[in-house]
């Protein structure tokens, strides 16, 4: 027995929970991340699961994972390999040895290594014995076994008994990494809290696996990852579809504008859907949509009333709704289009992050068709970008599209929590009653936004809609030479957001050796690998762009100062074709990646040392 185990500090560590779908993999990774950042660890996580509602069980395609970074130092990817492998089957154990960092701690449930369930996962001979596993700590855990025993006296069935044994493995994490239980028996109440029964049975699983650590030879050390020494203020962990929906709360409440969501549920944006719907108390009105193009439109039309105005997609609904981003476009009405990206074309990854919908949102419609596109960074800055999305599109009277990802989607980390009075005010056009000359496209001198008058407001009568608006009046116009006006005044209304937007930063000085371009979700992994390569003396810097279209003012010049170029995007290179389009003066190398997955850190370092000591040769 272990009774005064070693502790050992660590920085950081990176957790991998895997198994079935039906196994809790998700849960709990989720209460694990739960509990560190309750006690001040920072944090970085990534939900890995199949797109099949019930893949074959026991199987390499079935395997569901959920991987955690914590740390006492900052945290910004949820980390390349992983020290700790929990695998509740052969397939889970194949499917992430890759990922493994040498002399891993793996936790399996040795009662599912058998020789049916190697069959499954197409193993030739026994893992546990072919020497493949040598160099790594193997804690073979009955946890089926033990779990079922320990439901026992609470007359649970067999399929709800095993549906309580990844409280097993969480009882286990916590003892490993000195967690206090009863964060984790909180956990479980808060969960399970109308039915009182399965509290009981989760807690009593959750204290066997803590125990049964407590017991082993195998697990004669435990770790300790002290809180974030730099995290001051309140904090929570938080993924990024509900980041974007609290953003998008935050800007209805700050604008005065009600908050109305009109969308078609779809992976992986249907969690802001949701979100959103369980926010009626704070005025969110919802509606489930019977297809994408209704969800739109549905939204078009509130924005018309004078709604914040919001619909939330993925790639192939980006797709459908097409057309009404048009109409959007030319009534310019404004209204926020979430786009959480993931593996295409067509169905394609449902459940994988890809970056590959850039060029569908600067072009994808008929015509020309300009809105304003930003992207966010961190699950986290989920929110910020949520809340910018409709400040821009409320003050500038246009639709804006936000792109997020799956990886930013279903991710977490820690948000720092602000205070509404702190957040930008936001400030629609909007005109009072029998407003003295009133015409729909009279507009702003400074950022040629049109003037808002809704339907009831007296003496505020207007015509707005698809086919084309004389300038000012907006009476219906075929005349040739108003559409080119219309045409570029809407061009020109978009272009001028640069002059509200932040300049772009750069990680490292300007003229570096080599300046690292990324967008979107990819920072985290760019940022990590950079900054080691700076602390190791290396002449690179990072340029990491939310603001899309338009770009920020200063591009030109961080282009122009450096020295080399390489553009890292997770698709075959539609930002590196966006800016050769822009800045065709400047040359730019790529690295692209499209395999469902975000970037490695180690494999971005090994690009840029080759880069930085080749010349790019």
């Given at each position: 027995m272990s009774k005064n185990p070693r502790i050992i500090e660590l920085e950081d560590v990176v957790v991998k929970f895997a198994g079935d779908s039906g196994d809790g993999m998700q849960l709990t990774g989720s209460q694990f991340s739960d509990t560190s950042a309750f006690v001040g660890n920072d944090l970085s996580t990534f939900p890995d699961y199949p797109s099949e509602i019930r893949?074959?069980?026991?199987?390499?395609?079935?395997?569901?994972?959920y991987q955690v970074h914590i740390g006492h130092k900052d945290v910004t990817t949820p980390g390349d390999l992983a020290d700790v492998l929990v695998a509740m089957n052969p397939a889970a154990l194949k499917t992430n040895m890759k990922w493994l960092k040498p002399?891993?701690?793996?936790?399996?449930?040795?009662?599912?290594?058998?020789?049916?369930?190697?069959?499954?996962?197409?193993?030739?001979?026994?893992?546990?014995?072919d020497g493949s596993l040598e160099g790594y700590n193997i804690v073979k855990a009955p946890i089926t076994s033990l779990t079922r025993s320990?439901?026992?006296e609470f007359g649970l069935d067999a399929k709800t008994a095993d549906k309580t044994k990844n409280q097993f493995v969480a009882g286990i994490?916590?003892?490993?990494?000195?967690?206090?239980?009863?964060?984790?028996?909180?956990?479980?109440?808060?969960?399970?809290?109308?039915?009182?029964?399965?509290?009981?049975?989760?807690?009593?699983?959750?204290?066997?696996?803590?125990?049964?650590?407590?017991?082993?030879?195998?697990?004669?050390?435990?770790f300790l990852v002290n809180p974030a020494k730099n995290k001051?203020?309140?904090?929570?962990?938080?993924?990024?579809?509900?980041?974007?929906?609290?953003?998008?709360?935050?800007?209805?409440?700050?604008?005065?504008?009600?908050?109305?969501?009109g969308s078609y549920p779809i992976t992986p944006a249907t969690e802001v859907l949701q979100e959103l719907a369980s926010r009626k108390h704070l005025g969110a009105i919802t509606f489930q949509a019977e297809d994408e193009i209704a969800g739109i439109c549905s939204a078009i039309g509130a924005s018309f009333t004078g709604k914040l105005a919001v619909t939330s997609t993925s790639g192939p609904g980006l797709a459908l709704k097409g057309e009404a981003i048009g109409l959007a476009v030319i009534t310019e009405l404004p209204i926020v289009i979430v786009n959480v990206q993931r593996g295409g074309p067509s169905t394609?990854?449902?459940?994988?992050?890809?970056?590959?919908?850039?060029?569908?949102?600067?072009?994808?419609?008929?015509?020309?068709?300009?809105?304003?596109?930003?992207?966010?960074?961190?699950?986290?800055?989920?929110?910020?970008?949520?809340?910018?999305?409709?400040?821009?599109?409320?003050?500038?009277?246009?639709?804006?599209?936000?792109?997020?990802?799956?990886?930013?989607?279903?991710?977490?980390?820690l948000w720092h929590i602000p205070e509404m009075k702190d957040m930008p005010e936001i400030n629609p056009p909007k005109v009072k009653d029998n407003h003295e000359g009133y015409m729909p496209y009279i507009r702003d001198p400074e950022n040629l936004a049109r003037m808002w008058a809704v339907p009831g407001q007296e003496g505020m009568r207007h015509r707005v809609g698809g086919l084309e608006k004389a300038d000012k009046t907006g009476e219906v116009s075929h005349d040739p030479y108003n559409h080119q006006v219309m045409v570029g005044l809407r061009q020109e209304k978009v272009d001028?957001?640069?002059?509200?937007?932040?300049?772009?930063?750069?990680m490292g000085e300007k003229d570096a050796d080599l300046l690292v371009i990324g967008w979107g979700g990819t920072y985290g992994a760019l940022y990590s690998a950079v900054k080691e390569l700076q602390n190791e003396g290396r002449s690179i810097s990072l340029a990491q762009f939310s603001y899309i279209s338009p770009l920020p003012k200063n591009t030109?010049?961080?282009?122009?100062?450096?020295?080399?170029?390489?553009?890292?995007?997770?698709?075959?290179?539609?930002?590196?074709?966006?800016?050769?389009?822009?800045?065709?003066?400047?040359e730019y190398k790529q690295y692209n990646k499209v395999q469902g997955l975000p970037f490695m850190i180690s494999e971005l370092k090994a690009k840029f040392i080759d880069l930085l000591e080749n010349k790019g040769k």
């Open positions: 893949a074959p069980q026991g199987t390499v395609a079935g395997v569901s994972g002399g891993a701690t793996v936790i399996i449930d040795i009662d599912n290594f058998d020789q049916k369930n190697y069959k499954k996962a197409e193993y030739i001979e026994d893992p546990l014995n320990t439901v026992k994490l916590f003892w490993l990494f000195n967690r206090d239980l009863t964060i984790g028996e909180n956990f479980i109440q808060k969960k399970f809290k109308k039915n009182a029964d399965l509290v009981n049975a989760n807690i009593a699983v959750l204290r066997g696996g803590y125990n049964y650590a407590e017991t082993i030879e195998a697990m004669s050390t435990t001051k203020g309140l904090f929570r962990n938080i993924t990024g579809n509900i980041a974007t929906a609290w953003g998008l709360l935050a800007a209805s409440e700050k604008s005065g504008c009600g908050l109305f969501l394609g990854l449902p459940t994988k992050t890809e970056q590959a919908d850039l060029l569908q949102a600067l072009y994808g419609r008929s015509g020309e068709s300009p809105v304003i596109v930003v992207a966010a960074t961190t699950p986290a800055n989920c929110f910020t970008y949520a809340y910018e999305a409709a400040k821009l599109s409320l003050e500038h009277m246009t639709p804006v599209i936000l792109l997020t990802d799956g990886y930013l989607a279903n991710g977490s980390e001028r957001v640069a002059n509200y937007i932040s300049d772009q930063e750069v030109e010049d961080i282009l122009k100062h450096a020295k080399s170029r390489v553009i890292c995007e997770l698709n075959l290179g539609q930002f590196a074709m966006y800016l050769r389009s822009k800045f065709p003066q400047y």
